[in-house]
């Protein structure tokens, strides 16, 4: 007999606090996942990840592009550079919480992220907070990336992928278990300028009241990244909602993963990701104005060391005339990677 579910409603909650609703159809189909993943983040009786179990639960879709002939290289590999030099060592990560969720400007706004896109250049972008509205957008405005979404409802995480410059092998979404947000981690096994890498993003679960969630999270998206493949250099980020004591609560980085601006040199005026003393989209009721670094990017070297970090800056700084806001509330991270094997001698 088929249950009759009309009378049921599903919620899930965006960093906001605000409820929204779901249809039956969407509730039981999140449930379905939310309970089958259960059994991918559980640890195997002999202590690692249980891959049998992950192996029937990812959602995989294999996507190939087409491979376009590289850029001439620029002369000069100074750091900070403009982008699209052309650099045949030079890789670009672009992180971003393009905060589709406020609705004010937000054609001008995701406007403006395009742009910064285009002048940057990246190779892969990760994108939190979008909706469908910007999405349509993005994929308009940026043509020349192909655009792999962690949900095609309310609001999701996605990675943009340079077409020519990026082929990708496999793409798997998993829904975090433990999840009132709808928020999962993206994982893209793909090869960039004949490197190969896994990619991964995620949106964790937002406000202070969900930091036990969220270090759950944490952990599990670094035992993921500790279960891939030696061959390849992982790169892992997003709004991660992170305050240092919860990197401590968990016991700090596992051995081998990195945190990029760390390992860059600390540089202080890169710093805070969600900064109201600079950012004045979001503002509290009262005068205080934190400063907090929600959004990271890591790295995971291959076995042997393919790649190294070389410059993490802040993009999207600028305030935009036509509306006097920033494209976000937060500021895009923009990781530039060496190939170590391309660099001239």
């Keep these: ?4 579910m009309s ?11 605000a409820r929204h609703v779901l249809s039956p159809r969407q509730g039981m189909e999140f449930g379905c996942e939310y309970r089958a993943l259960n059994s991918y983040f559980e640890e195997s009786a002999a ?9 029937a639960l990812q959602t995989t879709t294999v996507i190939q592009t087409k491979k376009n002939k ?24 672009l992180s971003w919480n393009i905060d589709g969720l406020d609705k004010d400007s937000l054609r001008s706004r995701t406007q403006a992220v395009c742009e910064t896109i285009k002048r940057e250049d990246p190779h892969v972008v990760f994108l939190q907070e979008v909706v469908v509205e910007t999405q349509e957008i993005i994929q308009e405005l940026c043509p020349l990336y192909h655009m792999i979404p962690g949900n095609e409802e309310a609001y999701f995480a996605a990675i943009l992928v ?40 995620s949106h964790l679960e937002s406000t202070k009241e969900y930091s036990k969630e969220r270090q759950e999270q944490l952990k599990q998206c670094f035992k993921y990244i500790g279960a891939r493949d030696k061959g390849y250099t992982v790169i892992f980020g997003g709004d991660l909602n992170l305050r240092d004591n919860e990197i401590d609560a968990i ?12 390992i860059t040199g600390k540089r202080p005026e890169a710093k805070f990701t969600w900064d109201l ?25 291959s076995e042997q060391k393919e790649v190294k970090a070389e410059y ?11 509306v006097q806001r920033f494209c976000s509330d937060h500021w895009g991270l923009l990781a530039h990677f060496n190939i170590l094997s391309k660099i001239p001698k």
């Design 1 to 4: 007999m088929r249950q009759n």
């Design 7 to 17: 009378g049921i409603r599903f919620y899930y909650w965006h960093r906001h606090g």
């Design 47 to 55: 202590g690692g990840v249980n891959t049998a179990s992950a192996s």
């Design 70 to 93: 590289e850029n001439k290289p620029n002369s000069s590999n100074k750091i900070p550079e403009q982008a699209g030099s052309g650099l045949p060592f030079r890789i670009r990560v």
């Design 162 to 201: 340079k077409i020519g410059d990026v082929q990708v092998e496999e793409t798997k979404i998993l829904p975090f278990p433990n999840t009132v947000m709808l928020r999962n981690l993206i994982s893209l096994k793909c090869i960039v300028k004949g490197e190969k890498f896994v990619m991964m993003t």
């Design 251 to 262: 016991g700090g980085l596992p051995e081998n993963i990195y945190d990029i601006w760390e």
């Design 277 to 301: 003393m600079r950012n004045d989209n979001l503002r509290m009721p009262n005068r205080f104005k934190p400063r907090c670094r929600f959004d990271r990017l890591y790295i995971r070297h």
């Design 312 to 322: 993490f800056e802040l993009c999207g700084l600028e305030r935009l005339r036509n």
